[in-house]
């Protein structure tokens, strides 16, 4: 899977959390060739909300309207679910009901990838990648591949938290 040590090497090579996360992002879109993403983060000392922390071809203003906490929609639902999910072409009815208006613009091209995102075992937030670029159905090999990043991400935020510390503690001596 050269395609999957490329996308690792780039998040690897991230020192800080918002880039590592960043680089996340792009190597998902990148290498699956989906049109729009974001990345959201539990947010509320974990009450459960989720807060978009990031997004790739999704309007600013719908980003920035839900930093702190999702309106109820398809996009939590799928947040609340925890588990990867691949829709491989348009939604099915069931999910269409709970797409809102905002959400309208994001489910306009089919398909539909998700995974939640860890760190030290814990759910930390999720990805959620819309509309394969290509026209051609995401799989679950695509799906696959973007549960392995999400565990090497998983490893590179150990990392940088490390160094977070190291950094924290030489500035104290």
Same mark, same amino acid.
Request: hydrophobic residues 45%; aromatic residues 6%; proline residues 5%.
């Given at each position: 899977?050269?395609?999957?040590?490329?996308?690792?090497?780039?998040?690897?090579?991230?020192?800080?959390?918002?880039?590592?996360?960043?680089?996340?992002?792009?190597?998902?879109?990148?290498?699956?060739?989906?049109?729009?993403?974001?990345?959201?983060?539990?947010?509320?000392?974990?009450?459960?909300?989720?807060?978009?922390?990031?997004?790739?071809?999704?309007?600013?203003?719908?980003?920035?309207?839900?930093? %702190?906490?999702?309106?109820?929609?398809? $996009? /939590?639902?799928?947040?609340?679910? @925890?588990? *990867?999910?691949?829709?491989?072409?348009?939604?099915?009815?069931?999910?269409?009901?709970?797409?809102?208006?905002?959400?309208?613009?994001?489910?306009?091209?089919?398909?539909?990838?998700?995974?939640?995102?860890?760190?030290? %075992?814990?759910?930390?937030?999720?990805? $959620? /990648?819309?509309?394969?670029?290509? @026209?051609? *159905?995401?799989?679950?090999?695509?799906?696959?591949?973007?549960?392995?990043?999400?565990?090497?991400?998983?490893?590179a935020l150990e990392k940088a938290g490390i160094i977070h510390q190291l950094k924290k503690h030489?500035?104290?001596?």
């Amino acid at each position: 899977m050269p395609a999957l040590s490329k996308a690792i090497e780039t998040i690897n090579s991230a020192i800080e959390v918002s880039d590592l996360l960043s680089r996340l992002l792009d190597a998902a879109i990148g290498t699956l060739h989906a049109n729009r993403a974001l990345l959201a983060l539990i947010r509320g000392n974990g009450h459960g909300h989720f807060g978009i922390k990031m997004s790739r071809g999704i309007s600013v203003a719908f980003a920035q309207k839900y930093p %702190d906490k999702l309106p109820e929609g398809l $996009i /939590l639902d799928i947040a609340r679910s @925890g588990s *990867p999910m691949v829709v491989p072409g348009h939604l099915p009815a069931y999910m269409m009901d709970r797409v809102t208006t905002e959400e309208q613009p994001l489910v306009e091209k089919p398909g539909l990838l998700s995974v939640r995102l860890y760190h030290r %075992d814990r759910a930390i937030g999720f990805m $959620i /990648l819309f509309g394969h670029a290509e @026209g051609t *159905p995401f799989t679950d090999q695509n799906l696959q591949f973007l549960v392995q990043l999400a565990h090497h991400a998983a490893i590179a935020l150990e990392k940088a938290g490390i160094i977070h510390q190291l950094k924290k503690h030489g500035k104290s001596d």
